[in-house]
């Protein structure tokens, strides 16, 4: 098979996807998405450190995580890799010197993690679990964690956004996965094929580095909506955020033992407090801990410290007695 010829590009419009093309993409991935968006329960919860509270109630923020920096190293690495098996397939199923080949070639040449390390895509995850032993063992430290309750009406207030924020169930089906991962392969060709009509004058090579780039940013939308079938028990939901030009001076960084993760604080602003931004929390409940009914006190003074009123959010301890988890 004849090597694909892939030049260097200038910054010119007519190599990349126009406005109508990348909505055309966005159509088809958000298609895509109804089965992941259904109606959430009243209450979705996160479970997070002492730390991660106080942060959270001080800040009047809920910090989301880049995909390529979440817990699970391998996460976004397990959506890919669907894709690129897919691609294969349709690899092996063309013509060995069409031009789809010789696409599908570039594309499978590429590094498989790269969109996830450059992608915009940020998210927050909540579970539907509201006392779960392997939730406050796993997210939040073992002893003195916090499970925040999320008010679903609130925290969806006008998330959808086009483009930019969404509320997902994790699918942990592998069969959806594999059938959504063909689907993305022949989309992923036809979409090129398509935009190469209309660009027959330019170079070889230079759509598909025009194409590549942005296609495979709106696919990545996808990605944190699946989870190998493992995780089922998590029952997991993730709010998602698409960064803007403008939310870049809002990143924080924070140094881990083996990397620098990004994370990008959301805010709610649909209720305000004159003393600053509130959070749509309706509940929060106190991990298991020797001294848990303190730790109950502590969060009601420091729920009223930063504008909440004992109406708007209850406060109680979980039930699941402390054995040093």
């Known amino acids: 098979m004849t090597e694909p010829q892939i030049v260097k590009l200038e910054s010119r419009p007519e190599h990349l996807p126009t406005e109508v093309e990348k909505s055309s993409y966005w159509r088809q991935v958000l298609a895509e998405t109804r089965s992941f968006l259904p109606r959430p329960p009243s209450v979705l919860w996160h479970y997070t450190s002492g730390d991660g509270l106080i942060g959270m109630l001080n800040s009047g923020s809920l910090w989301s995580t880049h995909v390529s920096c979440l817990n699970d190293a391998g996460e976004m690495n397990y959506a890919s890799s669907l894709l690129f098996d897919a691609l294969r397939r349709q690899e092996r199923n063309a013509a060995d010197s069409s031009t789809e080949a010789q696409f599908l070639q570039f594309v499978l040449s590429g590094d498989s993690s790269g969109s996830?390390?450059?992608?915009?895509?940020?998210?927050?995850?909540?579970?539907?679990?509201?006392?779960?032993?392997?939730?406050?063992r796993g997210y939040a430290g073992g002893e003195g964690g916090y499970a925040i309750g999320f008010n679903t009406d609130w925290l969806m207030f006008g998330v959808h956004e086009e483009h930019r924020r969404s509320i997902f169930r994790v699918n942990y089906d592998a069969a959806s996965h594999h059938a959504l991962a063909e689907r993305m392969a022949?989309?992923?060709?036809?979409?090129?094929?398509?935009?190469?009509?209309?660009?027959?004058?330019?170079?070889?090579?230079?759509?598909?580095?025009?194409?590549?780039p942005t296609w495979s940013d709106i696919i990545t939308w996808l990605g944190p909506a699946i989870k190998h079938p493992a995780f089922i028990g998590e029952s997991e939901w993730r709010f998602m955020h698409r960064l803007t030009e403008q939310d870049y001076k809002k990143l924080v960084f924070r140094q881990r033992r083996s990397m620098m993760a990004r994370h990008f604080p959301l805010r709610f602003p649909a209720q305000s407090n004159p003393d600053g931004p509130l959070l749509p929390i309706s509940h929060i409940r106190v991990g298991p801990s020797p001294h848990r009914h303190v730790s109950v006190e502590s969060v009601r003074n420091m729920l009223r410290a930063c504008g909440y009123s004992a109406e708007q959010v209850a406060v109680d301890a979980s039930s699941i007695p402390f054995q040093s988890l």
């Open 116 to 136: 996830a390390l450059g992608s915009n895509v940020f998210v927050a995850c909540l579970t539907e679990k509201d006392d779960d032993l392997s939730q406050w």
């Open 186 to 212: 022949a989309s992923t060709v036809s979409n090129f094929m398509m935009g190469l009509e209309a660009r027959r004058h330019l170079p070889d090579g230079a759509w598909a580095q025009g194409f590549l």
